[in-house]
């Protein structure tokens, strides 16, 4: 198993940034990817970025390209999730999740359905 925990959510202004923070723990020598998903209320979850968890390859929603950047820190396995010029709209529950089965893909994968371990989620609000 895995364990997933978030952190960094919170209050902001439009235009404003926040860096979230996913620490995992376990087995995490089997993860192939972890992505960092988001819901607001009354949507459905959506993919916001992912990124390898031993190579480079990092995948961004049309939505988060060229504002978050997804990174991470193996020695404290960590992901991070920092998000600059936000929106109203970037409003929602952020939550990280591991994907462990990415097999012959080399980005990592947008889709909930591929994603076995989730953390509890952390909230982000965006005011205008």
């Known amino acids: 198993q895995v364990q997933l925990v978030e952190s960094g959510g919170g209050l902001v202004q439009a235009g404003g940034s926040l860096r979230l923070s996913c620490a995992a723990s376990g087995r995490t020598f089997s993860v192939f990817a972890i992505g960092w998903f988001r819901q607001a209320p009354g949507k459905e979850r959506e993919f916001v970025a992912g990124i390898r968890w031993s190579y480079s390859y990092t995948n961004y929603a049309d939505s988060a390209k060229g504002r978050f950047t997804i990174s991470r820190d193996n020695a404290k396995n960590t992901v991070y999730l920092q998000m600059n010029s936000l929106k109203p709209e970037d409003t929602a529950v952020y939550y990280c999740?591991?994907?462990?089965?990415?097999?012959?893909?080399?980005?990592?994968?947008?889709?909930?359905?591929?994603?076995?371990?989730w953390g509890q989620g952390t909230q982000v609000t965006v005011s205008s």
């Open positions: 999740a591991a994907d462990m089965n990415g097999g012959v893909w080399s980005v990592p994968r947008g889709s909930s359905r591929d994603y076995e371990y």
